[in-house]
């Protein structure tokens, strides 16, 4: 069986292709759940994405288990200690991705809860950084540990 890999989604991430086109992009997250899976297939494994609205949802999928999780928090990045404490305690590898680069936008984006207990953070890569976060979740989860 394949180990699988949580990713997940946070606020207003369902508006993408959408919502301000000029700062995130024109793909849509539908597009992103496609090139996730195929990198993770590329790698063998499995994917579970989802997005939600609603920070309890996002806490109650953490605490399902996964063999490691790819998160944007998206706002709940700033905001969310609930978040952050159930990511603290998932036990498995994380990488936070943004399409943004949170350090060129507005100075309450600059600080991110989770991503001080996340293994690697990709911000301002748009959507290919969810696919640079899956590979290097994989390498993570294979043992290979960034110098």
């Given at each position: 069986m394949q180990?699988?890999?949580?990713?997940?989604?946070?606020?207003?991430?369902n508006?993408?292709?959408?919502?301000?086109?000029?700062?995130?992009?024109?793909v849509?997250?539908?597009?992103i759940e496609?090139?996730?899976?195929t990198?993770a297939?590329?790698?063998?494994?499995?994917?579970d994405?989802?997005?939600?609205?609603?920070?309890g949802?996002?806490?109650?999928?953490?605490q399902?288990?996964?063999?490691?999780i790819v998160?944007?928090p998206a706002?709940?990045a700033?905001?969310?200690i609930a978040?952050?404490?159930a990511?603290?305690?998932?036990?498995?590898p994380?990488v936070?991705?943004?399409l943004?680069?949170?350090h060129?936008?507005?100075a309450f984006r600059?600080?991110?809860?989770?991503?001080a207990?996340?293994?690697?953070?990709?911000?301002?890569?748009?959507?290919?950084?969810?696919?640079?976060a899956?590979?290097?979740?994989?390498?993570l989860l294979?043992?290979?540990?960034?110098?």
């Amino acid at each position: 069986m394949q180990p699988t890999v949580l990713v997940l989604n946070g606020p207003n991430l369902n508006l993408l292709g959408q919502r301000e086109p000029e700062l995130y992009g024109t793909v849509t997250l539908a597009e992103i759940e496609a090139r996730c899976r195929t990198v993770a297939a590329g790698h063998g494994l499995g994917v579970d994405f989802r997005q939600s609205n609603h920070e309890g949802a996002l806490v109650d999928a953490v605490q399902e288990g996964a063999a490691g999780i790819v998160i944007n928090p998206a706002a709940y990045a700033h905001t969310s200690i609930a978040l952050r404490d159930a990511l603290a305690t998932a036990g498995v590898p994380i990488v936070e991705v943004h399409l943004t680069n949170l350090h060129r936008r507005e100075a309450f984006r600059h600080t991110s809860h989770t991503a001080a207990i996340s293994d690697a953070v990709i911000c301002g890569a748009g959507a290919h950084g969810y696919e640079l976060a899956l590979l290097h979740l994989a390498a993570l989860l294979d043992g290979e540990r960034p110098a």
